[in-house]
């Protein structure tokens, strides 16, 4: 069994900051990627941005320079450093884990069930 859990969504200012974590956890033999997307009301879902083994990381193009993403190995979790938030930023955020389950020969992608970050005017 595999978990992803995201924690660190809330309500922020416009121009504020704010941290999102996600940990992996369970039955874990490797992760080859950890990412965070979002989903505004009515939009579909796009990638934010997202880290791969050995640290290249990918991020939307409209995002960079004010997200960062990081990973901590050692404790299978992903950080997502928002900063000069914008309203627009206003959407669920989830986190993705490519994931090779112990026992499993396979790659499978694992979903958190998303935290909401707002930000206010």
């Known amino acids: 069994q595999v978990q992803v859990v995201e924690s660190g969504g809330g309500l922020v200012q416009a121009g504020g900051s704010l941290r999102l974590s996600c940990a992996a956890s369970?039955?874990?033999?490797?992760?080859?990627?950890m990412g965070w997307y979002r989903q505004a009301p009515g939009k579909p879902r796009e990638l934010v941005a997202r880290?791969?083994?050995?640290?290249?990381?990918n991020y939307a193009d409209s995002l960079k320079g004010r997200f960062t993403i990081s990973r901590d190995n050692g404790e299978n979790t992903v950080y997502l450093q928002m900063n000069s938030l914008k309203l627009e930023d206003t959407a669920v955020y989830y986190c993705?884990?490519?994931?090779?389950?112990?026992?499993?020969?396979?790659?499978?992608?694992?979903w958190g069930q998303g935290t909401q970050v707002t930000v206010s005017s």
């Open positions: 993705n884990a490519l994931i090779q389950p112990i026992g499993a020969t396979v790659t499978r992608s694992y």
């Open positions: 369970g039955s874990i033999f490797t992760i080859n990627a």
């Open positions: 880290i791969i083994t050995g640290g290249t990381t």
